[in-house]
């Protein structure tokens, strides 16, 4: 089993940037699809970003963060991240990263329900 703790959240003003940061230990990331969640107040969980394990579509990110939000894994580190600029106050919300054992589909990659590890959340909220 692997285990995930996030950090990295924090205050950010409109048009701010943020890296969060997943650290896991008990197993090698690079042997997991991962994902990064988040879950504003009041609103369902939903995907943001993630690494599919495939060499073909490495990467998956919600329409609503393309262009603005990067996932990378560092296997040395055994770290995954999530590099968020031009952040806005809709990216308000505990952020998650969730592992998933093996590939994972570029098609259901954001599907939270394939995801069997989960971190605890960082909260990051996005205020003037």
């Known amino acids: 089993q692997v285990q995930l703790v996030e950090s990295g959240g924090g205050l950010v003003q409109p048009g701010g940037s943020l890296t969060l940061s997943c650290a896991a230990s008990?197993?090698?990331?690079?042997?997991?699809?991962i994902g990064w969640f988040r879950q504003a107040p009041g609103k369902e969980r939903e995907g943001v970003a993630c690494?599919?394990?495939?060499?073909?579509?490495?990467?998956v990110y919600a329409d609503s963060v393309k262009g603005r939000f990067t996932i990378s894994r560092d296997n040395a580190k055994n770290m995954v991240y999530l590099q968020m600029n031009s952040l806005k106050a809709e990216d308000t919300g505990v952020y998650y990263c969730?592992?998933?054992?093996?590939?994972?589909?570029?098609?259901?990659?954001?599907?939270?329900?394939?995801?069997?590890?989960w971190g605890q959340g960082t909260p990051v909220t996005v205020s003037s």
């Open positions: 690494l599919t394990g495939s060499i073909d579509f490495p990467t």
């Open positions: 969730a592992a998933n054992p093996g590939l994972l589909l570029f098609s259901v990659c954001l599907s939270e329900s394939l995801y069997d590890f």
């Open positions: 008990g197993s090698r990331l690079d042997r997991y699809a």
